[in-house]
């Protein structure tokens, strides 16, 4: 997940954190030590926290026989992989296990959203000028890990006066769309964004809705195989209309590089 | 048992730390806190 490389973004933002695993002190003093950990590493060797909180895993064998370690009678008792967020009293606000215990998040997705905060862009970065809309794409990381998942963000900034459609739509119309171009393992997953608001235009009876101002969408792409270094291709299809007129359909290209780092162990 | 559910307060609980030291996790009160699962492998 990054954490460590996301501890400062963490910090600015008022948020705590610690790691808990069923690993002994002495495993998790090296590993921090290897890694250069600055956050508090908890032992919960016996699962005590971690079968209060129920999260215990209960597909050791699965996990162990993925990562390539072997299964010792001592061993039973890991956590499900996945982060909660706690408010200032306490209660659980968030809680992201992904289901799949081999796709990961970035610190900087985690800080997004289960805070509300942004952190700093480490990804890289595209602009694009179209009729009436600016856009703006980024990556939340500069590289991908196998089965990691990364965000692809979008702003648009849609000019005053304008709108661009949201689906439902009628016939006829071109609604916003965020398209990645294919890469053989590359998992898109389903656009999270803002709801369209309904729109009406003068002496038409069918029903719109539409953006406008700024809109920030996000997909999640999960890097199913070790694809090598990649461009992360994004097209982004609108067309901008005021009450009374439309401008011409566009679609506007975005490219992301993206490279692909090998080493497991360094993800937390 | 079932899981940490959003809305409700987390259970309380207490580990050691590398340095000795125990944490516990009503000692975040008052400030927002991130917990990550894991393990070293």
Same mark, same amino acid.
């Given at each position: ?268 | ?16 730390? %590398?340095?000795?030291? &125990? ?9 927002? %806190?991130?917990?990550? &699962?894991?393990?070293?492998?």
């Amino acid at each position: 997940m990054e954490l460590q490389r996301s501890l400062a973004d963490f910090a600015a933002n008022d948020v705590a954190v610690f790691a808990i695993s069923y690993d002994g002190i002495d495993v998790l003093a090296s590993f921090a030590e290897k890694h250069g950990i600055g956050f508090p590493l908890l032992s919960d060797e016996d699962s005590h926290a971690i079968r209060a909180l129920g999260l215990l895993n209960d597909r050791l064998e699965e996990l162990h026989a993925f990562y390539g370690v072997t299964t010792r009678d001592d061993m039973h008792g890991v956590a499900h992989a996945g982060t909660f967020a706690l408010d200032a009293q306490g209660i659980v606000t968030d809680k992201r296990f992904l289901g799949s215990y081999r796709v990961r998040e970035t610190g900087a997705a985690v800080l997004e959203r289960s805070f509300g905060a942004r952190g700093s862009v480490r990804g890289p970065e595209a602009r694009a000028q179209g009729p009436g809309v600016a856009v703006r794409a980024y990556l939340d990381e500069a590289h991908y890990r196998f089965f990691q998942r990364l965000w692809l963000t979008v702003d648009l900034q849609i000019e005053t006066g304008l709108h661009v459609y949201g689906r439902p739509i009628p016939d006829g119309y071109v609604p916003l769309s965020i398209d990645v171009e294919p890469v053989d393992g590359l998992v898109v997953g389903d656009r999270e964004g803002p709801a369209p608001q309904p729109f009406r235009m003068d002496r038409l009876d069918e029903a719109f809705v539409v953006y406008s101002g700024t809109a920030t969408f996000a997909l999640p792409l999960t890097f199913t195989k070790r694809a090598g270094d990649l461009v992360v291709r994004a097209s982004v299809r609108y067309q901008a209309c005021s009450a009374t007129d439309c401008l011409i359909p566009t679609t506007l290209q975005l490219e992301l590089p993206l490279s692909q780092i090998n080493h497991v162990d360094a993800e937390i | 048992m079932s899981p940490v559910q959003i809305g409700a307060v987390a259970p309380d609980f207490a580990l050691p730390t %590398l340095d000795g030291h &125990m944490i516990r996790l009503s000692g975040y009160r008052g400030q927002r %806190l991130l917990a990550f &699962m894991w393990a070293s492998w």
